[in-house]
Nanobody, 124 residues
Framework: QVQLVESGGGLVQAGGSLTLSCALS????????MGWFRQAPGKEREFVAA????????YFADSVKGRFSISRHNAKNTVYLQGSGLKPEDTAVYYC?????????????????WGQGTQVIVSS
């Protein structure tokens, strides 16, 4: 059974940087497309970024382009989300997701496996 565990969330000042990690167990990490989503209070869960199995393709939501990056270290079964120039509107619970071959990298329904989330708070 695939299990995902996020870490690295916390409090950061506006304009600061933060790196989130997500470790996968119970499966072959390199076989999965990995995604990051976030959900702010009172908002719908939204797509943030995704990375293909080889890491050769990455995708970002318009709201984070130029500020966020996604990477993976297959030998460590870990995907990372790095944010810089953080804004108060980046405050949310960030979720890691995985799927062997999602038809749509930007939708929740495309991913079979999800982590429990890690809280990010950007103070003004």
């Amino acid at each position: 059974q695939v299990q995902l565990v996020e870490s690295g969330g916390g409090l950061v000042q506006a304009g600061g940087s933060l790196t989130l990690s997500c470790a996968l167990s119970g499966g072959t990490f390199s076989s999965y497309v990995m995604g990051w989503f976030r959900q702010a209070p009172g908002k719908e869960r939204e797509f943030v970024a995704a990375i293909y199995r080889s890491g050769s393709r990455t995708y970002f939501a318009d709201s984070v382009k130029g500020r966020f990056s996604i990477s993976r270290h297959n030998a460590k079964n870990t995907v990372y989300l790095q944010g810089s120039g953080l804004k108060p509107e980046d405050t949310a619970v960030y979720y890691c997701a995985a799927d062997p071959s999602p038809l749509e990298y930007y939708t929740r329904s495309a991913y079979n496996y999800w982590g429990q989330g890690t809280q990010v708070i950007v103070s003004s």
